[in-house]
């Protein structure tokens, strides 16, 4: 069984209204996309921006509903079983999101509380370690550096344990040292047994983390091969 299954997955956005009331056609962002991310993979998305990425992405987490087609995630259907499948997967978005007064320390305990996770079976301080900031556990997030938070966001999307941690363009607009940094976090977090689905338009990082890669272009999937084939085919 995969880890997630994505069967002819469809997204139209609807139209936009235009002027003198005219209507515009919805756009296509996902025109039938099928792929399964094998447990226990490091699974990459690539393609440029415009590609549909974030919106497969976010159809997962919920926050966009689909046109037609189905998903699972661990074998949950993301309708049908939508609370399951949502338990089995951890977001890191995109845009850094949390209060700026808020600890991480905070941070992880309030995710926790969102989940209903009960206080004995938290374990923000375990989480804060292995995404080495324990020693900022009590500081405003609004003094972390970018790399801080951005380990904090991975570190919030673990807290309900998910088998399944999906990453959208984790590493976009971040310098050298910080991608490093991610990456080897993510690594570890796969040896753990995490599978991880990640979203780039770097090549390179695709190549360097990912041992199978999907490549996607105008909401169509275009390839989806293990990662030494694909590179030599290039
Ligand atoms: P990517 O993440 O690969 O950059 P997106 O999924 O964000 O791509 O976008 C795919 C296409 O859908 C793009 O053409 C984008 O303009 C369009 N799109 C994304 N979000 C919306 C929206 N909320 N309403 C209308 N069109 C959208
Ligand atoms: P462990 O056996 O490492 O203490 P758990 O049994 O608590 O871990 O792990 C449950 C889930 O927590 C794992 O399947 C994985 O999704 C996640 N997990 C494991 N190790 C880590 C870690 N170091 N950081 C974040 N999440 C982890």
Do not use: C, K, M, N
């Given at each position: 069984e995969p880890a997630i299954r994505i069967d002819n997955l469809v997204k139209r956005y609807a139209p936009a209204k235009g002027a003198k009331g005219t209507m515009t056609q919805g756009k296509l962002a996902l025109g039938g996309v099928s792929f399964d991310v094998p447990q226990g993979s490091i699974f990459g998305l690539l393609g440029p921006n415009g590609a549909g990425k974030s919106t497969l992405i976010n159809i997962l987490a919920g926050l966009v509903n689909k046109t037609s087609g189905s998903a699972e995630i661990w074998g949950f259907?993301?309708?049908?079983?939508r609370r399951n499948a949502s338990r089995s997967i951890g977001i890191v978005p995109q845009e850094i999101v949390f209060?700026?007064?808020?600890?991480p320390y905070e941070v992880l305990e309030n995710q926790a509380g969102f989940y209903g996770i009960a206080a004995r079976l938290r374990r923000s301080e375990e989480l804060l370690e292995a995404v080495r900031l324990s020693d900022k556990?009590?500081?405003?997030?609004?003094?972390?550096?970018g790399g801080m938070k951005r380990r904090l966001l991975v570190a919030k999307a673990m807290v309900h344990s998910p088998p399944i941690l999906v990453l959208d363009?984790?590493?976009?607009?971040?310098?050298v040292d910080l991608r490093r940094q991610l990456w080897e976090l993510v690594s570890e977090l796969n040896r753990d047994g995490v599978t991880v689905v990640l979203t780039t338009h770097y090549l390179e990082e695709a190549e360097e983390l990912c041992d199978r890669i999907a490549i996607i272009n105008h909401g169509q999937l275009i390839a989806n091969k293990p990662t030494r084939e694909l590179v030599d085919m290039a």
């Open positions: 259907d993301i309708d049908r079983q209060d700026p007064f808020f600890t556990r009590d500081a405003y997030a609004r003094t972390l550096s363009e984790p590493t976009a607009g971040v310098d």
